[in-house]
């Protein structure tokens, strides 16, 4: 829970809470039309670089890299 902008004392003793503080929501765009198809969490602290995926691209009909974008 966010209180007055900082983190509460329940997400800093770890738990379910902490989870929702440590993970964070990034999109994912096809490398071959760029559209913005997907969207997933991330943690940051084990995963600093950017994400690359394959997925189904729903516009191309097949399987392609997915990129985290920003």
Known sequence: M???GNVS??????GKWRF???RTMVTLA???CKRRNYTT?????????????KKYCPWCK???L????R
């Open 66 to 69: 997915h990129k985290e974008t």
């Open 20 to 22: 929702r503080y440590m």
């Open 2 to 4: 966010m209180v007055d």
């Open 62 to 64: 097949k399987h392609t």
């Open 41 to 53: 969490t991330k943690n940051k602290a084990n995963m600093p670089d950017r994400m690359e995926i």
């Open 9 to 14: 004392d329940r997400a800093r003793r770890g």
């Open 30 to 32: 096809c490398t071959d």
